[in-house]
C-alpha cells in the first residue's frame, strides 16, 4: 500500500460536486513511473500484483501427465509437452485430492467447489466466498473493476467466483461485449496526456451514492439472511461507485498500456475446439490490456463450464460425454480422443499464459507480478475421481513466488496450493485454509518467497 | 423497437391514474411506517429481466427501448428459478448492467419530446432545476416502481437528487433523468420487497401488507408491476378483505396480461434456460452439419412454438392441463415446418413478420403433445445424436417433479459405451447393456425406459424410424405400466397423477417463490383432488391459489434482526 495518504473518493467526489471549476486532487507523485517501469518512481512502491483463474473442465489423461522427476529442473511428459514454452513461468502441482467427508460428489462440481473455496457443501445449491473475492478484498479495491470473469465457450453459467453463497459472479461470453465495457467510451488511457473529469460522470457518482445512503432505512426491517444479501447488494453499489470514481481520476502512467484492436462481431455460442481457442485468446488479449492498463487486477477465466461441451467438428457429442463413453484402447491403455481433447486445452492455457508473458513492464512482464491458478474439476474425468489432481500456478506475483517447479504431494487436500497462494499475497489469517478434512496449515514452502 | 400506441396509452393511464393516488398516499405511508418500524418484516425477491422489461414498458410506455440484461442466469432450485430468485442476491457484474439500463431508460423517460405523457408539468426552465415539477413526477413513478407509495424522505431524496443534477449540468432533463436513474438503481425496485407483520394465529409467519399483496398477485398473474387499479384496492385496504381480493383476481384473471404470468411460468417451469447438464435456448449448440433442417430460425421459434401451444391450450381454449401431453394442436413457422416434415401452404407463409400459423397433426403423423415438440426433444439431447437418457431425467424432474439423482462417482461407463460396439448398435442396446450395471442400474431404471420412446425423433426433433440400420423399438414402462411408442407414453403422462400434482407444486411455488409449507402441501392435495375431478384449467387454478389466504404469508425461515442490530 502506497505510504502516500490517499484521499478518499468520497471526498473527492464531494469536492468536484460543489465546485464548477474541477481540481482533481490526486496523489500525483506516484504517476511517474521509475526507468524500469516496474514501480512508481516517487514512492518505490512495485506495480500492484495480479491474481487470476483458470479453469479448465475434465482434467488430463491419467498416468500420462505426471513428470517423473520432482522440484526444479523435471521433464514434462508427451501428454503436457506443448507447455514446455511457459515450463519456466509455471508451477505444476501432483497428488493431491478432495475430501468429501461422507457428502455426495456433486460430479463436476464438488472438486471444483472445494479448489475455489476449500469447502465441500452437501448440495450444489450451496457455495461460499471464493479465492479470488478473498485475495481481491485485499488487493483490488483500487481498480475500475473488481474482477473480470469470462467464459470461452458461451455459457454464463460457467464461473466459480462469488462473494457467498447468496449468487455466482456471472461470467462474459462475448469477447466484444468485454471490449466495450473495458474500453469503451468510458475508458481513460493512463497514458493520454490530457485528463478533464467529466461532470456527467460525476452525477452518475453522486446518484450511486444517494441510493448507499439508503441502505440503514432497507436494513432495519430485515431478517439475518435478507440482511446478507442486501449488504452485498451495497457491496456491489459500492464497487459500482468505485469504477466511477476511478473514471473522474487522473491515472498514473502506466507505459505499458495500449488499447488492443477492436474485436469484430461473432457468435458468441458454440463450443468447438477451435470457436473455444479464438475466445480464450481474445480473452486473454483483453484481460491482458486491462490489466496493463490498471483497469483491475483480478480476473476468473473458465474455459468451459463443468459438463464440457467442448466438441470437435464432426463429433456427435462433446468432450464430456466422451469421457464417459469413449472406451479405453487396450493397447494404449487410455480414452485416445479424451487425450486429445486434454492436450487441445493445455495448448490454450499455453496461449493464454504466453498472452500475460507478452505484454513487457520494464524489466519483467505483466505474467512476472501475477500468480494464475489454474485448476479442475476430476482427476480423472471418467470416473468422476477426486483423486490425484493436476494443479497449476502461473508467475510468480511480483517475485512472491518461484517457478519452474513440479511438486508432488501424494494424498494432501488440493487447498495446499490456495494456501500457498494467500501466504504469497500476505492475506491476512491466511495460516490455514478449508474445512473438515480439506483443512491445511502447510502451504508449499519450497515456492514461496 | 417501434412505439406501440396503445401500451404507451396504457402508460400514460396508470401514471396520471396514480398520480393522486401516490402524492396524497405519501404521508401516510410515511407514518405507517413508522408506527410499523418495530413489527414489519421484509423479505426480498430479485425481480427477475423479463419483470424488469414489463414494469418499465408499463410504466413509461411500450417504445422505451431496453439494452439486453440478462447478466446473471440465476439459479434454478426445486425445479424453478423463481425460488432461486429469493436467495440470489445481485452481482456486481449484474449490478453494473443495471446500471448502464438504468441510465439508457432514465435518457429516453426524460427526454423533453416525452414531457407531455410522462412529466405532467413544463418546467420553469431548460438550464436549471424545477422541485416541484419534479416532485410531482418523482412521487407518481415512484409508486408503480418501488409497488408502494414513497415516504416524503424518499421523494425528497430524489427531488434533491434532481437538483444537484440539473445545476452540475445546467439542464432539467438531466436533473429528471439522474432522479429516474436513482429509482432505477435503488434496492426497492430491483428487489420485490415484500413487507409484512408477524402473523399472530401463525406463529413464525409474516402476512404480507396491501402493497406486498398486490405486487405477488401481479408479478405472478401478470409478471408485471401492480396497475394503479391494483395499487388502489392496496391503498383502500380493499385487497385485505375477501371480498376485495376476490374482486381483484378475478379483474385480472380476466386480462389479456395473463397470457404474460402464464409464458413466464411456463418459460420457468420448462426449464428453458437450461436444466443441470442440459443446455438452454441460449446455449443451444446442435450441430447443423448433422442437422441442416435445424437452422437458427428454428432453433429461435421452438420456444415460441410449445409457448404458444400452451396459450392456446390453456387460456384462449380453456383447456385442460393435462392435454398439453396428447394435443396435437400447434403453431409452425415455415423452418419449423421443415423439422417436423409437413409442409405449410405458401399463402400461409406470408401472413406476417413471423409467419405464425395453426397446424393440427392428423392421427396418421407420429407429433402428440408438447414432449414430441421440437424444444423438449432438442434442448434434451446432446449436440449431434440423442440422449435418451436425458429426456428420460427432463421427463421426470420437469412434468412429474421428481428427482433424479446424480450419477455415483467412480462409475466406468466405457464397458458398455462402446458406439461402435457391432454387438450394440442401437442406444437401447448400449443403455440395456449398461443398466445391466448395479451401481447404475437404479437411476437409469427410471429414466431410460421412458427416454428411449422418443428414440423416434432425433436431436433436432425430425422423425426417424431406424438408427444404424436397426429398427428403433421404442416401447417402455412407466410406473409398472407398459407402452409402445411414445403416442401411448403421451396418454399415460396425461393420465398420471403425478402430472397434475407437479403442474400444482410448481405453480404454487413459483408464485411463492419458495416451498409450500406442510399447511400448504396438505392444501394442496386437497385442491389435486378436485382439479383431478373437475379439469386441471389454468384460470381456474390460478384463482383458487391467489384466493388462499395462504398464498399472501411467508414462513420465517431465519429471525429477523431488531432495529439495533441492523444499524
Known sequence: MSAIKRLSRRQIMRGMLGSTAVTVALPLLECVLNDSGTAYAASGRALPPCF??????????????????????????????????????????????????????????????????????????????SLDTVIGNQIGTHTRFRSLEVDCAGDRRATWSARSSNGMNPSEISPLALYTRIFGPEFKDPNAAHFEPDPKVMVHHSVLSAVSEQRRGLLRDVSATDRARLDEYFTSLRELEQQLAVELEKPAPLPACTIPARIAAADDSGALVDQVGLRNRQFGQLIAHALACGQTQLFNVTLSPPFNPLRKSGETSGYHQMTHEEPIDPTLGYQIKCKWYAEQQMAMLRDFVQILDSIREGDGTLLDRSIVYVFTDHGEARLHSMKNYMIFTAGTGAGRMKTGY???????????????????????????????????????????? | MSALPGRRAAATRLIAAVA????????AWSSAR???????????????????????????????????NKVDPGSRNDGLLAIGDRKLTLSAAALERDDVVA??????????????????????????????????????????????????????????????????????SAGIAAAVAQMLVAPDFLFRVERGAADAAQPGTLQLDGYSRAARLSFFLWNTTPDSELLQAARSGKLMTDAGLQHEVDRLLDSPRLESGLRAFFTDMLAFSGLDEDPGFDTLAIDAGFYPNFTLSAQNEAQEQTLRTIADLLLHKNGDYRDLFTTRDTFLTPALAALYGVPLARSQELGGAVPWVPYHFSDGEPYIGILTEVSFLSLHSHEGRTSPTRRGKALREIFLCQKVPPPPGNVDFSLVQNTSDPRYKTVRQRLTAHRNEPMCAGCHKIMDPIGLSFENF?????????????????SGELGGKSFDGVQQLAQLIRDDPATTSCLLDRAYSYGTERKPTAQEQTWLVRLQAEL??????????????????????IPMSAAPLSAAAAH
Open chain 1, 52 to 129: 487470476g483463474t483458470w479453469f479448465f473442465a475434465l482434467g488430463l489423461t491419467p498416468k500420462l501427465w505426471v513428470p517423473k522427476q520432482t522440484g526444479n529442473p523435471y521433464t514434462l511428459p508427451d501428454h503436457i509437452k506443448v507447455l514446455e514454452p511457459i515450463q519456466s513461468k509455471i508451477n505444476l502441482y501432483s497428488g493431491m485430492q478432495v475430501f468429501l467427508d461422507g457428502k455426495a460428489n456433486q460430479n463436476h462440481y464438488s472438486g471444483a467447489q472445494c479448489h475455489m473455496t476449500g469447502i465441500v457443501t452437501r448440495t450444489g445449491s450451496e457455495y461460499d466466498t
Open chain 1, 406 to 449: 513440479h511438486l508432488a504431494a501424494e494424498g494432501d487436500a488440493v487447498t495446499r496450493v490456495p494456501l500457498t497462494i494467500l501466504q504469497a499475497f500476505a492475506i491476512p489469517a491466511s495460516g490455514s485454509y478449508g474445512s473438515e478434512s480439506n483443512h491445511v496449515t502447510k502451504p508449499f514452502g519450497e515456492v514461496l518467497v
Open chain 2, 20 to 27: 393522486a393516488l401516490g402524492v396524497c398516499a405519501g404521508l
Open chain 2, 34 to 68: 413508522a408506527d410499523t418500524a418495530t413489527r414489519a418484516e421484509t423479505s426480498l425477491v430479485r425481480l427477475t429481466p423479463e419483470q424488469y422489461e414489463r414494469s418499465i414498458h408499463d410504466i413509461f410506455g411500450a417504445d422505451i427501448r431496453i439494452p439486453a
Open chain 2, 103 to 172: 441510465q439508457a431508460i432514465a435518457a429516453q423517460v426524460a427526454d423533453p419530446r416525452r414531457r407531455a405523457t410522462l412529466l405532467g408539468c413544463q418546467p420553469r426552465s431548460e438550464q436549471a432545476a424545477d422541485d416541484a415539477c419534479a416532485r410531482g413526477f418523482v412521487a407518481r413513478v415512484g409508486l408503480p416502481l418501488f409497488r408502494r407509495p414513497l415516504s416524503t424522505e424518499e421523494i425528497q431524496a430524489y427531488v434533491t437528487t434532481q437538483h444537484q443534477a440539473a445545476e452540475q449540468l445546467h439542464s432539467f
Open chain 2, 458 to 474: 432425433d436431436t433436432a426433433g425430425e422423425f426417424r424410424t431406424t438408427e444404424n440400420g436397426a429398427p428403433i423399438d421404442a
Open chain 2, 532 to 553: 383431478t375431478r373437475d379439469g386441471v384449467r389454468w384460470r381456474d387454478l390460478m384463482r383458487r391459489i391467489t384466493l388462499n389466504p395462504d398464498f399472501y404469508t
